[in-house]
C-alpha cells in the first residue's frame, strides 16, 4: 500500500466519523435516543468525557495525549519505511490512527466525544460508540490478525553446544 493510499484511508475514516458526530449533534438533544432496529439498535446522543466505551471517565487530557502520541506514532513508522506497506498492515493502522485523530478532535473542541451507536439485545447491552471507536477496534483486529499471519516471526535460537 502506497503512503497516499495510507493516509488518505485514514482520512476517510476522520471524515466519517466528524460528519456523523456532526449530524447526530446538529439533529438530537443529549440523551435523545430513537430506535432503529426495535430491541437491538439505536442511536443516542451521549457526551462521552472518557475513553472508548465510558471507560477513564475523568482522563480527557490522557486521552487526548494518547490519541495524539498514537497518530504521531504511526505517522512516523509509515514515513520511515523504505518500502509499501502490506495492505492487511497499512488497513490495521491507517483505521485506527483515523479514529483517534477524531476522537482527538472532539476532546480538544468539546471536553468530551461524541457517541452515538448503541447496539444491545435483552439483558445484553454494548457501552455506546462512535465511528471512531469503530476504526479503532476494527484496526487492532487486523493488527493482531496481521501479526499472526506474518511470515517474519522470530525463530527460536538454537543452544550453543558444549
Known sequence: MRRRIFFALAALILIAD?????????LYLP???HTIVPGYFDL???QNPGGAFGIL????????????????AISV???????????????????PMGGAIGNLIDRVRFHWVTDFLHVHAGAHDWP??????S????GVTLLIIYSWLS???PQPVPAPEK
Open 31 to 33: 440523551n435523545e435516543t
Open 18 to 26: 466528524q460528519i456523523t458526530k456532526w449530524k447526530v449533534r446538529e
Open 135 to 138: 476504526a479503532i477496534c476494527v
Open 151 to 153: 511470515p517474519s516471526k
Open 77 to 95: 513508522y509509515v514515513l520511515r519505511l523504505n518500502t509499501r506497506l502490506p495492505v492487511l498492515l497499512g488497513i490495521a493502522l491507517a483505521l
Open 44 to 46: 443516542i446522543f451521549v
Open 57 to 72: 471517565r475523568e482522563g480527557t487530557s490522557f486521552l487526548s495525549l494518547a490519541c495524539f502520541a498514537a497518530a504521531i
Open 128 to 133: 455506546v460508540f462512535n465511528v471512531a471507536d
